[in-house]
C-alpha cells in the first residue's frame, strides 16, 4: 500500500481529473472539503471508480448520534479512511465507529483517524485562543490515547509527534502526517511540518502530500521519489 496520499486541493474538477490522468496506476488520494463541498459526493465516486484509494477529509465534530448518521452514511461511499475531531470526545468517537459499521460495505468499515491538533496550530495559538495550557505535545499524545480508547484506528498528527504516539499507543496505531514538504518548498499556512525524509525516519505510517506533488513540473516523478524515501528505497 502507498505511505503517499496526494491531496487533491484543487478548485474545478478539471484540474482533478487532468491532475490525475498523469498517472498511470491507482494512487492514495485526499478528498477534502474544498472538492466535496463544491461537488458533493459524487467526485468521491467518480475518483473511487478509477481505482484510487480515498482518505475523505471532512473532519467530522458534532454531537454523537449526529456523527454515527453522518459516518454510515459516508461508510457507504466506500471511502478508504474518514476523521473526525478528538476534541468531540470519548462518547462521539465511539459513536462514528458504530454508524462505520452500520454503513460498511461488504462488511468492511473504513478506517477512522482523529485530528489531534491542526498543524496550522502553534503553542501559542493553543494556549491563547484554545485556552489549553498544556504543552502541545502531551496534549496532541493525551488525545491519541483517547482516540485508541475509543476504537479509532490512528490519528491525524504532525511529523513531530509521530513517534511518541506510537509509543504511547502501539506501532499498528495509525500516524498520519499532513505538512510534509519537500526541503526547497514554502510552509504556507502550517507552522509544524517537515520533510519526508524526516517523516520516515520519526516512524510516520502514511503521510499528506499536496503541492509538492501537485505544483511539480512533473507530479508523477516527484511522487515516486517520495514514495521511494518512505519505503526506505
Same mark, same amino acid.
Do not use: W
Given at each position: ?7 487533491? /486541493? ?32 459524487? !467526485? ?7 481505482? %484510487?484509494?480515498?482518505?475523505?477529509? &471532512?473532519?467530522?465534530? /458534532? ?37 462505520? %459499521? ?15 491538533? &491542526?498543524?496550522?496550530?502553534?503553542? $501559542? ?20 490515547? &483517547?482516540?485508541? $480508547? ?9 511529523? &513531530? ?5 506510537? =509509543?504511547?499507543?502501539? =506501532? ?24 519526508? $525524509? ?14 509538492? !506533488?501537485?505544483?511539480?513540473? /512533473?507530479?508523477?516523478?516527484?511522487? %515516486? ?9
Amino acid at each position: 500500500m502507498s505511505k503517499t496520499i496526494v491531496a487533491l /486541493d484543487f478548485s474545478t474538477r478539471k484540474e482533478v481529473y487532468e491532475f490525475l490522468l498523469k498517472f498511470n496506476e491507482p494512487i492514495y488520494v485526499k478528498i477534502g472539503m474544498e472538492l466535496t463541498y463544491s461537488f458533493g459526493f459524487e !467526485i468521491v465516486r467518480e475518483i473511487k471508480a478509477m481505482g %484510487h484509494k480515498i482518505f475523505l477529509d &471532512l473532519k467530522l465534530h /458534532d454531537i454523537p448520534n449526529t456523527v454515527k448518521q453522518a459516518m454510515k452514511n459516508l461508510a457507504k461511499l466506500d471511502v478508504d479512511i474518514v476523521n473526525l475531531h478528538c476534541a468531540g470526545g470519548s462518547t462521539m468517537m465511539k459513536a462514528a465507529i458504530e454508524g462505520l %459499521h452500520e454503513g460498511a460495505v461488504n462488511g468492511k468499515r473504513p478506517l477512522c483517524i482523529g485530528v489531534t491538533q &491542526l498543524t496550522s496550530t502553534s503553542q $501559542e495559538a493553543m494556549e491563547k485562543e484554545l485556552l489549553i495550557e498544556r504543552d502541545l505535545k502531551e496534549v496532541v499524545i493525551a488525545y491519541a490515547k &483517547l482516540a485508541k $480508547e475509543s476504537g479509532l484506528d490512528g490519528v491525524v498528527c504532525s511529523v &513531530l509527534e509521530a513517534k511518541a504516539i506510537h =509509543e504511547a499507543c502501539g =506501532e499498528d496505531f495509525l500516524t498520519v502526517t499532513p505538512g510534509i514538504r519537500l526541503a526547497t518548498d514554502s510552509k504556507d499556512d502550517q507552522k509544524r511540518v517537515a520533510t519526508p $525524509e524526516v517523516a520516515k525516519e520519526e516512524g510516520c505510517d502514511l503521510i499528506v502530500v499536496g503541492r509538492s !506533488i501537485t505544483k511539480s513540473a /512533473d507530479p508523477l516523478a516527484t511522487y %515516486h521519489q517520495i514514495e521511494a524515501v518512505m519505503e526506505g528505497k
